[in-house]
C-alpha cells in the first residue's frame, strides 16, 4: 500500500466508472434545480451495486450538507468495515477537505470525481466569484491512502456548465 506522502498516483476514470459519474452530473442537475448547489454522489458497492445516492443540500443555509459528507454517514451506519473499504464513491465534483475527512475516517474506498476541486475553484475565479471558505486541496493533501481517479475529462463541459448556470454565468461556455 501507499504510506504517508505516497499517494497512489491519480488515475483516468474508466469507461465502467463513466457511467456511474454521468448519474452523479443528473443528481448535480436536479439539486441545482431545487436551488441547491450543483453536486451529485453516490456510493457503490463491491459487487457494483449503488447502496445510496445523495445530492448537495446547501440552500437551507447549512453548508456542511454535501452528498459525500452524506455517504460517509450513511456508511458508517449501513456498511461494515470491510464493506467500506472495498466501496467506490463516485461524484460529480472532488471531495471537499470535510467530505475527504469524512470519507477517510469511516474508511471507504476508492473516489472517483467529474472536475477536480482546483478546476472548480478556477472557474470560480474567473466569473468573478470570493473563493470558497475552505481552501480547494486535492483529496490526497487529506487523505493520502484514499485512491482516487479524476478528472473524467469527457463529462468536463456538462459539469462546467452547471456550475456556471449556479453562479449565473449564462451563456456558459468552457475555456
Ligand atoms: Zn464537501
Not at 144 to 168: F, K, M, Q, T
Request: charged letters at 20%; glycine letters at 8%; a negative charge.
Amino acid at each position: 500500500m501507499y504510506g504517508r506522502g505516497m499517494s497512489a498516483p491519480i488515475t483516468a476514470p474508466s469507461s465502467a466508472d463513466l457511467v456511474h459519474l454521468r448519474r452523479c452530473l443528473t443528481l448535480a442537475r436536479e439539486a441545482l434545480d431545487d436551488g441547491d448547489e450543483p453536486f451529485g454522489s453516490l456510493i457503490v458497492d463491491e459487487s457494483g451495486d449503488v447502496r445510496y445516492a445523495d445530492v448537495n443540500r446547501v440552500g437551507g443555509g447549512d453548508h456542511t450538507r454535501h452528498p459525500e459528507f452524506a455517504i460517509a454517514r450513511w456508511a458508517a451506519e449501513n456498511m461494515a468495515p470491510q464493506q467500506r473499504a472495498a466501496a467506490t464513491v463516485y461524484t460529480s465534483g472532488e471531495h471537499c477537505p470535510m467530505c475527504a475527512a469524512a470519507h477517510a475516517w469511516v474508511g471507504l474506498g476508492r473516489i472517483v470525481y467529474v472536475a477536480s476541486s482546483q478546476q472548480l475553484a478556477a472557474w470560480r475565479e474567473q466569473w468573478g466569484l470570493p473563493p470558497a471558505p475552505v481552501l480547494p486541496l486535492p483529496v490526497n493533501a487529506v487523505a493520502p491512502d484514499v485512491p482516487v481517479s479524476g478528472p473524467a475529462d469527457e463529462l468536463l463541459d456538462e459539469i462546467h456548465d452547471l456550475h456556471a448556470r449556479s453562479a449565473g454565468i449564462a451563456p456558459p461556455r468552457m475555456e
